[in-house]
Each structure stands twice: as C-alpha cells, then as structure tokens.
C-alpha cells in the first residue's frame, strides 16, 4: 500500500525530469507505474523502463550493501506529551548520551561532530551541530557538547515532541587522535 500511494518523484533513480516525463504520461503514483506494461515502461523509458516498472511492485534487485561504514550514531525519543522545560529536556537528553556512547564504546568509534535533533509539536525539526578539532574523548564531553546545544537554543519558541542527539565525523578508535588536553584558565 505505500508504494501505490508514493509520488512518482519519490522513488529511487526517479528525478524531476523523469517525473515530469511520467506525468505528462498519466503517472502521479506507484500505483499508476504498476499499471503499466513492461514493453510500455521500456518504450517509454528505455533501460530505466523494467527498474520503474520492478520497483513500483515492490522489487528492487540492487544487492543490499549490510558491510557499510557507519557515517553516524545517534539515538533520539519521542515523548508522550510535549516538553518545554530546558531541566526536563535536560533530564531526557543523558539517557541518549548514554546510548550514543555504549555504542561507541561496543564499535570503538569516535566521532568530532555533535548534532541536537529537536522536533517541535508543529513537527517542525531543527538540528545544530558542533565540531571539535579532535573526537569527542568521553561520555561527559558529548554530554557537555549536546547540552550547550541545547541551552543556545533556549528559550525555545515552541514546545518539543522528539529530541536526538548524533556522534558523526566517525573513526575507529584506533585511528582517533589523542584526546585534545583543556587548560583550566
């Protein structure tokens, strides 16, 4: 049911001109490419015209990539009724620091880039990141980075639905540098 109900523009190798192309041809949906022919698709399509005509229907024979370097660790939660206090949204962002870093500790990654997720109640989604020279050196740095984030977005102009937190610029632990030293001027 969702491939019938998905925008043509919405599928994999389908761009706007492509789109345009498909409905000038009737085509809006993954419904109205399942419709038609196989020889339609080709001959409308060319070599593309069999991959439409497969993945309106749910096939796609592009092999599944499950090796892939991680870009990013990030762990985010949705709550049940909607917060606008920074000492809640405080309290709800360590649970997903933790997470974040017992994932880097189990894969040994580290990561320089430190993203905030905020989903307002309107839905509208805001992220800001930070980058550091070198990886972020323990659980209590990306807490300290994933907080100022927070707190320079405070006060906030709307309540907040969902909030994340993301470690990405990743290596593997044995290639991150040594963990920059702060001076306490």
């Avoid at 309290?91 to 905030?116: M, Q």
């Avoid at 980075?145 to 927070?150: F, I, P, Q, R």
Wanted: hydrophobic letters at 40%.
């Amino acid at each position: 049911a969702f491939v019938e109900t998905l925008p043509v523009g919405k599928f994999h190798g389908i761009g706007p001109a492509t789109g345009a192309k498909m409905n000038a041809l009737g085509m809006f949906t993954g419904l109205d490419i399942r419709r038609q022919t196989l020889e339609f698709m080709n001959a409308n399509f060319g070599k593309s015209g069999a991959y439409y005509y497969w993945i309106s229907r749910g096939v796609d024979e592009r092999p599944v990539r499950a090796n892939r370097v991680r870009k990013s660790i990030g762990a985010e939660t949705t709550f049940s009724s909607d917060l606008t206090e920074f000492d809640t949204l405080v309290a709800e962002l360590k649970p997903l620091v933790d997470k974040v870093w017992r994932h880097c500790e189990a894969t040994g990654s580290r990561g320089r880039t430190v993203t905030l997720k905020i989903k307002f109640a309107d839905f509208e989604i805001i992220t800001r990141s930070r980058s550091a020279l070198s990886p972020v050196a323990g659980r209590d740095d990306l807490e300290r980075l994933a907080c100022g984030l927070l707190e320079g977005e405070m006060p906030l102009p709307k309540s907040v639905r969902l909030l994340g937190v993301s470690l990405s610029s990743l290596q593997a632990g044995d290639d991150a540098e040594p963990p920059q030293l702060t001076l306490g001027i």
